[in-house]
């Protein structure tokens, strides 16, 4: 199972960016479809983008599209989410997670093997 490190948290002001990073262990890292999810207070955990292995295709929830970007760099094994224009409703824990093997994007929880430990974002008002 692959290890996976979320850091780039914290708290920024609305109309504000973060760039979340998302470490893992491993080399098979470049065969693995990898996803971002969030999960607001008293609220489920909720897709937010995925990228293919290659990082050729991607896929993000109406909530983010035009906001967020989601890419990687399969050399440091390192999958990024590009925040801009945040909002106040953005505020959540943000997960990464990796999916062993496939070879599209995938956007639902039961979809992935792996989680992080969540980074915290929050934005105010």
């Known amino acids: 199972q692959v290890q996976l490190v979320e850091s780039g948290g914290g708290l920024v002001q609305a109309g504000g960016s973060l760039r979340l990073s998302c470490s893992a262990s491993?080399?098979?890292?470049?065969?693995?479809?990898m996803g971002w999810f969030r999960q607001a207070p008293g609220k489920e955990r909720e897709f937010v983008a995925a990228?293919?292995?290659?990082?050729?295709?991607?896929y993000y929830a109406d909530s983010v599209k035009g906001r967020f970007t989601i890419s990687r760099d399969n050399a440091k094994n390192t999958v990024y989410l590009q925040m801009n224009s945040l909002k106040p409703e953005d505020t959540a824990v943000y997960y990464c997670?990796?999916?062993?093997?496939?070879?599209?994007?995938?956007?639902?929880?039961?979809?992935?093997?792996?989680w992080g430990q969540g980074t915290q974002v929050t934005v105010s008002s």
């Open positions: 491993g080399r098979a890292f470049s065969r693995y479809p």
């Open positions: 997670a990796a999916r062993r093997g496939g070879s599209y994007y995938y956007t639902t929880i039961p979809d992935y093997d792996s």
């Open positions: 990228i293919s292995w290659s990082g050729g295709t991607t």
